[in-house]
């Protein structure tokens, strides 16, 4: 076993300052802290999908371009052929390629709070990672802090989701194309959840050189596939597609990923269940005496407890049966917030029931 002295002597210090992602066992529990779609395929697609897989050669390389799924990404969101298209093995995966190849001492700017991995990434490369804070109370980009950030720190990457995780609202259009006309380096729409949003900035990449979308099929109901998307200008991706390690998009996601997105009346179905169930889980939270609920355009939910009981209620919670994320101990604007994944109807009363008893039992 190395001693510290030489693992120190190895490794950079921006990797030994970091801690890992930690993802939370939820054996046993209903899982309702990580944004994913409960709704599993039905009967006869199932049965469809696993003949297609008894025609994968395992034995085989994969297609290293995933042509054939690459253009079913692209009739599927109506991406025009002058713009280029990169798959990543999930979206970290395309976040840590953008990453990659920036200059050393790059910087790289977002909001904060925001997806993690933003800032947990830049940091592993030993770039420079600036964030702004959101707006208290309604979670918008405060857009004057942006654009100063911009001027003293001429990022080359920043990053936006849209909406955002953890609170899940969109930020102001308008506020973002300021920024993507103001920035000199690339913007980076993150739209993991547009599908519960009716709302995207895929229209828009032919009119500004510098903005990139990134989507991910994760929330659509295939997080176990592991498939993000990058579009953009073919000049950017050409470059970004030098850093993609080959096959990094395996034979099995390939062919079931194809499959999936040419039935995509099935998930818009359950996208509308999600977003019906939204409402419900919306309007049963703001009935609740201390608690705060924040609108949301995802598949999720933020919340505020009364202050300094957010983690006895999300332990209470979990002693119920039902997995939610606690994010009070980020502190800032997440501080007493937890946040809730939108699920089957019986699942989301669970937890309304289990939230009830914990606020009653704090009473």
């Not at 298209?85 to 904060?112: K, R, Y």
């Not at 659509?220 to 970004?240: C, F, H, N, T, W």
């Not at 597609?241 to 395996?250: A, T, V």
Request: one cysteine or more; proline letters at 5%; aromatic letters at 6%.
């Amino acid at each position: 076993m190395l001693s510290k002295n030489k693992t120190a002597a190895i490794f950079r210090k921006e990797v030994l300052a970091m801690s890992a992602y930690k993802v939370a066992d939820a054996s046993g529990l209903i899982k309702l802290d990580a944004m994913e779609n409960p709704y599993n395929w039905p009967d006869d697609l199932t049965k469809n999908w696993l003949e297609i897989l008894k025609t994968c050669e395992l034995n085989r390389y994969p297609d290293p371009e995933a042509k054939q799924l690459t253009q079913t990404i692209r009739e599927q969101n109506n991406i025009p052929s002058t713009l280029g298209v990169l798959l990543g093995n999930g979206s970290d995966e395309l976040i840590q390629i953008l990453l990659m190849a920036l200059l050393p001492n790059a910087s790289v700017l977002s909001a904060q709070p925001s997806f993690v991995m933003y800032q947990q990434i830049s940091q592993s490369l030993g770039l420079s990672f600036i964030n702004t804070p959101l707006l208290p109370d309604s979670f918008e980009l405060d857009l004057p802090a942006m654009l100063a950030a911009i001027a003293a720190h001429q990022p080359s990457i920043i990053f936006l989701a849209y909406p955002n995780n953890p609170t899940g609202n969109l930020f102001s259009a308008e506020a973002i194309n300021k920024i993507i006309t103001t920035a000199n380096g690339l913007v980076i729409v993150d739209e993991a959840y547009a599908s519960f949003a009716n709302a995207s900035f895929m229209n828009e990449l032919t009119q500004h050189e510098n903005l990139l979308v990134m989507r991910t099929v994760s929330k659509l109901g295939l997080a176990g596939l592991r498939l993000g998307y990058l579009v953009g200008a073919s000049s950017i991706i050409e470059q970004l597609n030098k850093i993609r390690l080959p096959y990094n998009i395996n034979i099995l996601t390939q062919a079931t990923a194809h499959l999936a997105l040419t039935h995509h009346a099935l998930f818009d179905e359950q996208t509308q269940k999600i977003c019906t169930e939204r409402t419900h889980v919306y309007d049963q939270l703001s009935s609740l005496d201390g608690i705060t609920v924040y609108p949301s355009a995802a598949n999720f939910i933020l919340f505020k407890t009364p202050k300094d009981k957010a983690t006895d209620i999300f332990t209470a919670i979990k002693q119920q049966g039902v997995l939610i994320k606690n994010l009070s101990p980020q502190g800032g604007l997440l501080a007493d917030c937890l946040r809730v994944t939108i699920s089957k109807p019986e699942e989301n009363q669970a937890f309304l029931t289990a939230l009830k008893a914990s606020l009653e039992n704090l009473a």
